[in-house]
């Protein structure tokens, strides 16, 4: 025990050494790193402007539906051509997910607090309807949007062309194709029985080719690009797609863990694919939509050079959290806890950065919904971080446990982060790609206050239920059924909450069908050509 | 929204060429790591200190699962066979001498595994046979141990009994269900040469009628009987707690309780709805006079000595009687109101404690509910653990009436 | 930070060094952990069951890993003693589970060994306990005028069965009951044994 209470020391103070040396790095400009190179993403006198496709600042609203290119535009048109297609393949996928993945979600809350409810059909029982949610939201809906976003971004900021896009359409084809035959082999009972990876190991396959097939354009053109600096959504993009494909294909190598060990895979996993796939894509997208949109570079460049590496450094620790007080050694568990603690360090970095310039310029927070979507998506995730953080303390944890708490605080970064920041994003972009207006305005701020108020509801509620649940779970003195009793008023607010958000996903996606199905204006395809 | 109301020039933000970070950041980065180191110290000492009081309960554990014949033989058998194995007159059979500890090793084995009610002559003596069946409270090692020595002290170094010997027993046992009908049945299957046994007189114990051994095995209509959440012979597993030796007009009591709803059970109640008074007055008078071995040990790390104390001698700075100053002492139950609590499963004592102080918080001021109000979550493993180690209501004795 | 390749080696590095430690040390540790004497691999009748649990998703409102009396009141809820890695050496898919939506099930064998109870339970949880939220599983029963020999009819109180059948148990529910009889840990560990005392107090405990 002597030489494994040594082992979690080492991995400690290596940390610590790690992050004095990036903090000494930063402050002794080590990087030659400057405030001028968080401008990157903005071309000559571009800078200072709003930059909000979902508004027409020049005529008003247009009429006949098409945005006026602005002379940036025109710059970023053979990088934004390239794009183009896979994003919008990617981008369909995506919207298609998420509404199917939240109607599962809806029915899997329903089927909480009316457990007779579609109980004839075995595929219809809420443990299969509640995993067909989580793999349609997550590798349906979060991924394959924020593949799309990155897609979309990484050019831009690289000022390259994006290379080989065919590749990225025939991976979205792959992912697509292993996200139908996983979701089928759930709703027929075949599953690998791990919690964020039921996808049978023999689809993962299709996925893990997909997902390459995506990176692979990406990653060259980051070889082939026209800017010495990498702009920090950059870093994150390019560190997350090297990090899920060795993620997603160890955990799913079968045959090698079992028991207790299996456990520890499945959380390591589990939670790098918050902390190192969803996070890196949401906290990308936001680095460069926030003062892109505002016309303002970040805070302080530096800062997000300590954001990023404390975040790699930090969050890959962090996942056996989710088995405190369970079957494994205690140094593994409290060394997960202290790097949960740790994130603090990366999180507030994050937070000065992009919510220093959002507070300066409220203004364009009034003005833009895509603005307003992705900057409450990053204030939620400080605030998921921060809850995070707090619930990793043994003393907080023994409560939210094994609750429905832990459910409220998973949506908070899964859906109040993520998907806040890429809804703001896709009603950034889409007027880009095809060259119209958005076809039906007065939904987009239907769509925001249905989700921003649906997930107030839901996030409240579970936050509530599941700390009374878990302190009636410690009382020895109630029975369990208390627990259970006192949680159903908080399961049917659950609902509500739930079914308006899923209400303004399909006003979201109404939006999106009737822009696609107008095409692309032939403006921008023009564009292409040129 | 449409309404342009953009700045038009916000261009002169005064930036620096290169902006440090700010130093609170630096801050809270060394707290976090103060913090960091203090809880792996932390961490690590609560590991120590589990790791040396998981040794303790292996040790407890590893004593309890692999003592020795002579062990096993002075727990479970020397109260009433006398450690020296000579027997009560009058009242329990010598073992030193007897020919059945002699012969067949699978007679002292289906002995264990079946246990006797009826008369029975050993060496010219007769008595009263109420012999316990061992069958499900000890496993197939412990028995073969306790077989193995009871032979070897008491039956001139006859052969050793194999785990497998009593195995194969298990099996004849399974389609043999109850005790051995006193020695006339012995005699006739398994030792003809025996001297001549009483005959078996039903009236011994009041046979149970076979439609309430079916309630008990099968349960009604075909669905839960009472042996398979509460054991073969009453002994009870985890929270679902030993009913045997219980008082009849106690478990009569609960049984109506459950099925008006007095008392709260999600697994009694429709069991308790759907049977007749008549069965439950059977039920009642049958576990009743069960004697079984007890099955419980101790197993929620409760402080045995706290245990003790609070069932000897109760804790007046707390205000807590002795269990023993109602429960009778030993905890054998003072019939009818008080039931007897030695030997009880302990995860069972355990959570109804924890339901009483429920009662209590509920505004009842019972008995009961008062006592466990003051007890908090470790004395209630403490009294259960300590409960779990005491032997059972002895064979065939009723518990004394309630004096008044 | 202006090239890709170190930024992604570093990246990489770092993901490695949180693999050793979360992932690698810990196999070698626990794997080293012989299984109990008391632990059976499950029969294939048990096996069978484990798999409908993991097909129905048990797992997401159950979870399997008692928690120490230190930390909460699972073993006297009846949940049994805090489990310890060496109990899982036989699963795979590990089913520890998240959620305690309903109660623990480590050791729900030892606390409810009743087949006839579980086979009730599994068609209408309501009828044995009026609060539950668990799905009913009529799939896995079927509801017949009269049972034909060899059928495994499931008792229900009056109100809850069906008026004039019979409900007769398929074997999926048959072997997932025989499953969750099979989940009895409540043999002794070993001083040495894994899991997370964290929460283990001064002078609690004996």
Redesign the interface.
């Known amino acids: 025990?002597l030489t494994?209470?040594l082992?979690?020391?080492i991995?400690?103070v290596?940390s610590?050494a790690a992050?004095a040396a990036l903090?000494w790095a930063?402050?002794s400009?080590q990087?030659s790193?400057?405030?001028?190179q968080a401008r990157i993403i903005f071309e000559p006198d571009e800078?200072?402007?709003?930059d909000d496709p979902t508004?027409s600042?020049r005529n008003?609203?247009s009429t006949h539906g098409n945005i006026e290119p602005t002379k940036f535009d025109l710059l970023r048109s053979s990088i934004d051509a390239s794009t183009a297609r896979p994003v919008s393949v990617l981008i369909g996928s995506a919207v298609l997910w998420l509404v199917i993945g939240s109607a599962f979600g809806l029915i899997a809350s329903l089927?909480?607090?009316l457990?007779?409810w579609l109980?004839?059909?075995?595929w219809l029982?809420?443990?299969?309807v509640?995993?067909l949610h989580l793999t349609l939201v997550i590798y349906g809906w979060l991924s394959m949007a924020g593949i799309g976003i990155a897609m979309w971004v990484t050019p831009r900021i690289f000022q390259a062309p994006l290379q080989s896009p065919t590749l990225a359409i025939w991976g979205t084809i792959f992912w697509n194709i292993g996200l139908v035959a996983g979701v089928i082999a759930i709703a027929c009972?075949?599953?690998?029985?791990?919690?964020w990876l039921e996808i049978p190991w023999q689809i993962d396959g299709l996925l893990a080719i997909g997902g390459a097939l995506c990176a692979v354009p990406l990653?060259r053109t980051?070889?082939t690009r026209n800017v010495?600096?990498?702009y920090v959504s950059g870093?994150y993009y390019?560190?997350a797609l090297?990090?899920f494909p060795?993620?997603f294909v160890?955990a799913n190598i079968p045959g090698i863990?079992?028991?207790?060990?299996?456990?520890?895979?499945?959380w390591?996993f589990a939670h790098?694919v918050l902390g190192?796939w969803l996070t890196p894509l949401g906290l990308g997208a936001a680095y460069y939509f926030i003062p892109k949109i505002i016309?303002?570079?970040v805070?302080?460049?530096?800062?997000s050079?300590?954001g990023f590496w404390a975040l790699?450094?930090f969050y890959?620790?962090v996942?056996?959290h989710?088995?405190?007080?369970?079957?494994?050694?205690?140094?593994?568990?409290?060394?997960?806890?202290?790097q949960s603690?740790?994130m603090?360090?990366p999180v507030?970095?994050v937070a000065?950065n992009q919510h220093v310039v959002v507070a300066?310029?409220m203004?364009?927070f009034r003005?833009s919904?895509p603005l307003r979507f992705i900057s409450l998506g990053a204030i939620m995730y400080t605030a998921a971080s921060f809850e995070g953080s707090l619930e990793a303390l043994?003393s907080v944890n023994?409560v939210t446990?094994?609750?429905?708490f832990?459910?409220g605080h998973a949506h908070l970064g899964a859906y109040g982060f993520t998907s806040f920041v890429f809804f703001g994003c896709l009603y950034y972009m889409l007027p880009r790609i095809t060259g119209r207006d958005w076809p039906l305005p007065s939904l987009i701020?239907a769509h925001f206050w249905l989700v921003v108020g649906g997930f107030s509801i839901y996030f409240v509620a579970l936050t509530i239920g599941g700390w009374l649940q878990g302190e009636a779970?410690?009382?020895?003195?109630?029975?369990?059924?208390a627990?259970?009793?006192l949680?159903?008023p908080f399961?049917e607010g659950r609902s509500v909450g739930g079914a308006l958000m899923t209400l303004g996903h399909l006003l979201f996606a109404a939006n999106v069908i009737a822009m696609f199905a107008r095409g692309r204006h032939p403006a921008s395809a023009e564009g292409s050509v040129a | 929204m449409s309404d342009d109301r953009r700045p038009v020039d916000e261009r002169f933000e005064p930036y620096e060429p290169r902006r440090r970070v700010p130093l609170p950041v630096y801050w809270i980065a060394i707290a976090l790591a103060i913090w960091g180191t203090l809880t792996l110290w932390r961490d690590a000492h609560a590991g120590f200190i589990a790791g040396r009081q998981r040794g303790d309960e292996a040790a407890a554990d590893t004593r309890r699962a692999a003592a020795p014949g002579a062990d096993l033989f002075l727990a479970r058998c020397s109260s009433c066979h006398q450690p020296d194995g000579s027997g009560i007159a009058g009242a329990v059979p010598p073992l030193a001498g007897s020919p059945l500890v002699k012969a067949d090793p699978s007679v002292v084995v289906r002995i264990l595994l079946r246990g006797i009610d009826g008369p029975i002559t050993v060496a010219g003596q007769h008595f009263d046979g109420h012999m316990p069946s061992f069958a499900s409270v000890l496993d197939d090692d412990q028995l073969a141990r306790i077989a193995t020595y009871v032979r070897a002290r008491f039956g001139d170094n006859a052969s050793a009994v194999s785990p497998s010997d009593v195995a194969a027993a298990r099996a004849w046992a399974a389609g043999h269900p109850g005790p051995w009908r006193g020695g006339d049945e012995i005699r006739a299957a398994l030792m003809p040469l025996l001297e001549p046994q009483p005959a078996y007189v039903a009236s011994l114990i009041a046979a149970p009628d076979p439609s309430i051994l079916a309630l008990v095995q099968h349960g009604t209509g075909g669905g839960w009987s009472c042996a398979s959440c509460h054991g073969d012979l009453g002994e009870g597993h985890g929270d679902a707690p030993r009913i045997a030796g219980l008082s009849s007009p106690y478990l009569l009591a609960q049984l109506r309780a459950f099925a008006g709803g007095a008392r709260t059970s999600d697994a009694m109640a429709p069991v308790a709805t759907s049977l007749a008074d008549a069965q439950k007055i059977a039920l009642a008078s049958y576990y009743s006079q069960l004697a079984t071995p007890s099955a419980s040990v101790p197993a929620l790390q409760g402080a045995l000595d706290r245990g003790e104390a609070l069932a000897l001698d109760g804790d007046s700075a707390k205000g807590i009687p002795a269990c023993f100053s109602c429960h009778g002492s030993s905890g054998f139950g003072v019939a009818p109101a008080f039931p007897p609590i030695a030997a009880q499963q302990p995860a069972y004592t355990a959570g109804r404690l924890a339901g009483f102080a429920r009662q209590a918080k509920q505004g009842s001021h019972a008995l009961m509910p008062s006592v466990a109000a003051r007890l908090d979550d470790a004395d209630r493993r403490a009294i259960a653990d300590y409960l779990a180690t005491l032997p059972p209501v002895p064979t065939g004795t009723a518990p004394p009436a309630e004096q008044h | 930070m202006n090239r890709s390749l170190p930024l992604i080696i570093l990246a990489m590095a770092i993901l490695a060094f949180a693999t050793t430690l979360l992932v690698i040390v810990p196999k070698f540790q626990i794997g080293h952990e012989p299984a109990p004497a008391g632990l059976h691999p499950y029969t294939a009748q048990q096996q069978r069951g484990r798999d409908q649990y993991v097909a129905l998703g048990c797992v997401y409102c159950h979870s399997q890993q008692p928690r120490t009396p230190d930390q909460a009141p699972d073993a006297e809820r009846g949940w049994g003693r805090a489990s310890v890695a060496a109990d899982y050496a036989y699963d795979s898919p590990h089913l520890m589970g998240t959620m305690r939506t309903g109660p623990d099930l480590m050791n729900v064998g030892a606390r409810l060994p009743s087949m006839g109870w579980q086979l009730s339970h599994l068609y209408q949880p309501r009828a044995i306990s009026p609060w539950s939220i668990m799905p009913s599983y009529p799939f896995l029963f079927e509801v017949k005028d009269k049972a034909a020999p060899g059928d495994t009819v499931v008792w229900l109180p009056a109100k809850s069965a069906p008026p004039g059948k019979v409900v007769v148990a398929k074997p999926e529910a048959i072997d997932l009951a025989a499953y969750l009889i099979a989940l009895d840990r409540t043999y002794p560990v070993p001083s040495t044994a894994i899991r997370d005392d964290g929460y283990a107090k001064h002078g609690a405990g004996r």
């Open positions: 025990m494994l209470g082992f979690v020391v991995s400690f290596v610590l992050l903090i930063i402050s400009d990087f790193f400057s405030q001028r800078e200072g402007q709003l508004i600042p008003g609203r089927k909480l607090h457990p007779d109980d004839t059909q075995a029982t809420f443990g299969r509640r995993t009972g075949w599953s690998d029985g791990e919690e990653i980051a070889f010495e600096h990498i870093w390019l560190a090297c990090w060795a993620l160890i863990f079992v028991g207790a060990e299996q456990a520890t895979v499945n390591w790098n190192l016309g303002k570079p805070y302080s460049y530096a800062l050079l300590l790699a450094l890959s620790q996942g056996i989710h088995l405190i007080g369970g079957p494994v050694p205690t140094w593994v568990v409290t060394l997960s806890i202290v603690v740790m603090f360090v507030i970095a000065i300066r310029n203004w364009a003005a919904i043994r023994t446990h094994f609750t429905q832990t459910v701020a779970m410690l009382d020895a003195t109630r029975p369990f059924s627990s259970v009793i949680l159903k399961l």
